[in-house]
């Protein structure tokens, strides 16, 4: 038995909780930790799972102790502070609205050293307990396994909503939920069983979203709060590559307008407004009243020779979800022409106060572009700002709200440049942004190791509960056809 513990002790991290264990001979070191993931002095939701970390560098021991009203919670690891996922939740309940400070001990050269103390802000406003997420590596043309998963943010457990494992050589995407509703849910199948997949009522449906009036297939979603309406692009989309170091793609629409698909009457609804030979239109979102759909609209241009002239503007259409009619002008709410930028990703707050949304130099596929920064527009007034504690010189794109409207998750490379992981952070009353903090792994060396980018982050209020197995049945039927009409 006293060979097992040792064994044990040898190869991975010990983690005790205790009152005691604090080195009772240190030199104070006068500097904050360099930790992976960075915690310190982030805000935090009550139901996140525990931020594990490592110290940077030739440490081997570490003792950290986290103080909240005179409590004190001691944690001992070597190589990286490993929580246990019950005591963690306990610290969070008990320290709601309250703040940790977190001191960290290491033991370097045979001697221990004290860094100056940190804290962690807590927030008793609970994120959307789940994640969904594409896993997919950062290429371009093909991919050997590729699939999308939901994360249980309270701890640990990943589970497989559908992969190629399942379906070899085929490419899932544009994982779509209605209002973080995990039972409402959408995405598309690309390959030998094409289709798009509808999940609603429990009900499976695979759907052919091509007909003869438009581009191609349905590709970009949002849907309605009502649930009666997804709209989406359409899209004809081409890649071409950089042959310098400094930027390795672009990605572009040479055509594309907006569609709303009415999934009642299985037909696609749109307007010459929305549609337009002039102007391409994409990333369409719904307002949290379902009243108004926002998208980004560009001059059309001679591509690819003029792909960095294509800027988005901000939009927007009346919609009536009654009749399934659109308004008879288009206003701009943020103009290309001023900002000398390009717009994607509009996605409205769930309590109507703001949209956030993508900014980059030119064009509309912001995740090749490292300038790609992170905005917020104030409905109410029409002002917008770029969020500066969450943006860095690397990519910041892809976002989706919590359903309180003050969390909210992110795309971001600012680890190496190369792969997408996801970021959390909270939103105050006066839209201020708190220091954001990484997906939550047991192991902090996850991200070292994995080589895959985590791609189109939802949040969602529960697990999905239908995964590929669930509908093999009816991704290997006929996909139904649809009808389109234009509402002129």
Same mark, same amino acid.
């Given at each position: 038995?006293?060979?097992?513990?040792?064994?044990?002790?040898?190869?991975?991290?010990?983690?005790?909780?205790?009152?005691?264990?604090?080195?009772?001979?240190?030199?104070?070191?006068?500097?904050?930790?360099?930790?992976?993931?960075?915690?310190? @002095?982030?805000?935090?939701?009550?139901?996140?799972?525990?931020?594990?970390?490592?110290?940077?560098?030739?440490?081997?021991?570490?003792?950290?102790?986290?103080?909240?009203?005179?409590?004190?919670?001691?944690?001992?690891?070597?190589?990286?502070?490993?929580?246990?996922?019950?005591?963690?939740?306990?610290?969070?309940?008990?320290?709601? @609205?309250?703040?940790?400070?977190?001191?960290?001990?290491?033991?370097?050269?045979?001697?221990?050293?004290?860094?100056?103390?940190?804290?962690?802000?807590?927030?008793?406003?609970?994120?959307?307990?789940?994640?969904?997420?594409?896993?997919?590596?950062?290429?371009?043309?093909?991919?050997?396994?590729?699939?999308?998963?939901?994360?249980?943010?309270?701890?640990?457990?990943?589970?497989?909503?559908?992969?190629?494992?399942?379906?070899?050589?085929?490419?899932?995407?544009?994982?779509?939920?209605?209002?973080?509703?995990?039972?409402?849910?959408?995405?598309?199948?690309?390959?030998?069983?094409?289709?798009?997949?509808?999940?609603?009522?429990?009900?499976?449906?695979?759907?052919?979203?091509?007909?003869?009036?438009?581009?191609?297939?349905?590709?970009?979603?949002?849907?309605?709060?009502?649930?009666?309406?997804?709209?989406?692009?359409?899209?004809?989309?081409?890649?071409?590559?950089?042959?310098?170091?400094?930027?390795?793609?672009?990605?572009? @629409?040479?055509?594309?307008?907006?569609?709303?698909?009415?999934?009642?009457?299985?037909?696609?609804?749109?307007?010459?407004?929305?549609?337009?030979?002039?102007?391409?239109?994409?990333?369409?979102?719904?307002?949290?009243?379902?009243?108004?759909?926002?998208?980004?609209?560009?001059?059309?241009?001679?591509?690819? @020779?003029?792909?960095?002239?294509?800027?988005?503007?901000?939009?927007?259409?009346?919609?009536?979800?009654?009749?399934?009619?659109?308004?008879?002008?288009?206003?701009?709410?943020?103009?290309?022409?001023?900002?000398?930028?390009?717009?994607?990703?509009?996605?409205?707050?769930?309590?109507?106060?703001?949209?956030?949304?993508?900014?980059?130099?030119?064009?509309?596929?912001?995740?090749?572009?490292?300038?790609?920064?992170?905005?917020?527009?104030?409905?109410?007034?029409?002002?917008?700002?770029?969020?500066?504690?969450?943006?860095?010189?690397?990519?910041?794109?892809?976002?989706?709200?919590?359903?309180?409207?003050?969390?909210?998750?992110?795309?971001?490379?600012?680890?190496?440049?190369?792969?997408?992981?996801?970021?959390?952070?909270?939103?105050?009353?006066?839209?201020?942004?708190?220091?954001?903090?990484?997906?939550?792994?047991?192991?902090?060396?996850?991200?070292?190791?994995?080589?895959?980018?985590?791609?189109?982050?939802?949040?969602?209020?529960?697990?999905?509960?239908?995964?590929?197995?669930?509908?093999?049945?009816?991704?290997?039927?006929?996909?139904?056809?649809?009808?389109?009409?234009?509402?002129?």
């Amino acid at each position: 038995m006293l060979k097992i513990k040792y064994i044990l002790f040898f190869v991975g991290p010990i983690v005790l909780a205790s009152c005691s264990g604090i080195p009772g001979n240190f030199t104070e070191k006068g500097v904050s930790p360099a930790l992976f993931p960075d915690i310190t @002095d982030v805000t935090i939701p009550v139901n996140i799972a525990p931020l594990n970390f490592r110290l940077n560098g030739n440490s081997r021991k570490m003792v950290a102790v986290y103080e909240c009203e005179n409590k004190k919670d001691i944690f001992h690891g070597r190589h990286a502070i490993e929580i246990p996922v019950g005591k963690w939740h306990r610290m969070l309940t008990e320290y709601e @609205d309250k703040s940790m400070d977190v001191t960290l001990f290491s033991k370097e050269d045979g001697k221990w050293i004290k860094y100056l103390p940190f804290k962690i802000h807590i927030k008793s406003d609970p994120v959307d307990p789940w994640l969904a997420y594409r896993l997919i590596a950062p290429g371009y043309e093909s991919w050997s396994e590729m699939g999308i998963y939901q994360r249980n943010l309270t701890n640990f457990d990943q589970e497989t909503i559908i992969d190629n494992r399942l379906l070899p050589g085929n490419c899932m995407n544009c994982h779509s939920f209605n209002n973080n509703d995990p039972d409402q849910m959408m995405f598309h199948l690309r390959g030998n069983v094409a289709g798009t997949m509808l999940v609603k009522d429990g009900k499976v449906t695979k759907l052919n979203t091509k007909t003869k009036q438009t581009i191609s297939n349905c590709v970009y979603p949002y849907w309605h709060p009502s649930g009666n309406y997804i709209a989406y692009s359409v899209n004809a989309i081409s890649q071409v590559f950089h042959t310098v170091k400094e930027k390795r793609i672009e990605v572009m @629409d040479s055509k594309s307008d907006l569609v709303v698909y009415d999934i009642k009457a299985n037909k696609l609804i749109t307007s010459k407004l929305i549609s337009s030979e002039e102007s391409f239109e994409t990333f369409p979102s719904f307002s949290a009243d379902g009243k108004t759909l926002f998208f980004c609209s560009a001059k059309k241009g001679n591509l690819p @020779d003029d792909y960095s002239k294509i800027r988005y503007s901000l939009c927007k259409i009346d919609f009536d979800a009654a009749t399934g009619s659109f308004g008879n002008k288009i206003d701009t709410l943020i103009s290309s022409y001023k900002t000398g930028r390009s717009i994607s990703f509009p996605r409205p707050s769930h309590d109507g106060k703001y949209i956030m949304f993508t900014m980059s130099d030119y064009g509309n596929f912001s995740i090749w572009h490292n300038e790609a920064d992170l905005y917020l527009l104030n409905l109410a007034d029409g002002s917008f700002k770029r969020m500066e504690n969450v943006n860095t010189d690397k990519t910041e794109s892809y976002h989706s709200w919590s359903s309180g409207s003050h969390w909210f998750v992110f795309s971001s490379r600012r680890i190496d440049g190369l792969y997408t992981r996801p970021y959390f952070s909270w939103l105050d009353d006066s839209g201020v942004a708190a220091k954001p903090f990484l997906l939550p792994q047991k192991d902090p060396d996850f991200y070292d190791t994995s080589l895959r980018s985590f791609n189109v982050p939802e949040l969602i209020t529960g697990k999905v509960r239908v995964n590929g197995r669930n509908m093999l049945k009816s991704i290997g039927a006929d996909a139904k056809n649809i009808t389109f009409e234009l509402k002129d």
